[in-house]
């Protein structure tokens, strides 16, 4: 995997916060970058895989470890 641009700590956060501070993220990246989520919010999963549909950024990684659950995000 190429190299994360930037990284989003939503550990303790409850949606959407998560989502939020995701979208505030990608924002300010640029085309093909890759943005890493953290978050403990159990419906974050669910949430993650509904958003990159709805807004053509790529979800490349999803992995839970331990009641973290981390995203890699691909801005489109």
Known sequence: MTEIQK???AR?????LPILRTKKALNDMTSGQLLRV?????????????????TGNAL???IEK?????YVLRRK
């Open 60 to 62: 490349v990684e999803s």
């Open 7 to 9: 990284e989003v700590d």
């Open 38 to 54: 953290l978050a403990t919010d159990p419906a974050s999963s669910r949430d993650f895989q509904a958003f990159s549909k709805q």
């Open 12 to 16: 303790g956060l409850n949606c959407p």
């Open 66 to 70: 331990e009641g973290v659950y981390t």
